[in-house]
């Protein structure tokens, strides 16, 4: 979801630089200080958090148009994710300096970067409330829909049609508030059913309008 203008994306490339990251690559650590926002222009990346028993959450994919690392820059504290190139992605890195001064002149980009923090939020509460209300298995094939919707890749095997989502099943269960035994078994019926396959590191989508209705039982 794109939250900002043409003019605002333009400011935020006069006062930065163009960057690419390879699939696998850092864009930001957690607990790192803050010197810099990141303006996705392509690609999909993900943002984890690690736990002190080994544990990683994945908090949330982002894809070109979205703003990263700017919660940290404006209140000065330390990287709250760790941010990963899940594919090859470009971006603009804007000094954090600088960010902020582009805040100060132009209340329009202010206003947008906080339309974009309230979205999150808002999303980050509708999906703990249907962690509460729907099944493991309504709950693994509405995430299914919304990445293969959102961020999702077409690929001509093994059907027509067919979306890859680069997501492994660890992070499919961090993000569904499942444990992985039960996304296993909830992907091998969509398998069964002709409604996903799964590869190394990704789940390919066959039959979107089967995952919709499996997401609203």
Known sequence: MAFFSPGEVE?????????????GEVLMREG????????????????????????????ALRGPGELLGELACVDGGPR???VTAMRRSEGVVVAAGAFLRLLEREPGLSLSVLRSVVGRLRDSDGLRAEQGARTTRSR????????????????PEPL?????????????????????????RCLRA???????????????????????RWAEE
């Open 11 to 23: 400011s935020l490339r006069q006062a930065g630089h163009a960057r690419a990251w390879g699939r």
């Open 32 to 59: 790192e200080q803050a010197d810099f926002v990141v303006l996705l222009t392509a690609g999909l990346v993900k943002a984890t958090v690690d736990s002190a028993n080994g544990y990683t959450s994945l908090l």
């Open 80 to 82: 709250g994710a760790t």
């Open 140 to 155: 693994v094939a509405a995430l299914l829909v919304k990445l293969a919707v959102e961020y999702g890749s077409a690929v």
């Open 160 to 184: 027509p049609g067919a979306v890859s989502v680069q997501v492994n099943q660890r992070e499919l269960a961090a993000a569904a508030g499942a444990s992985r035994e039960s996304v296993v």
């Open 190 to 212: 969509m398998q069964r059913e002709g409604l996903v396959a799964t590869g190394r590191g990704r789940t390919v989508v066959l039959d979107l309008a089967g995952l919709r």
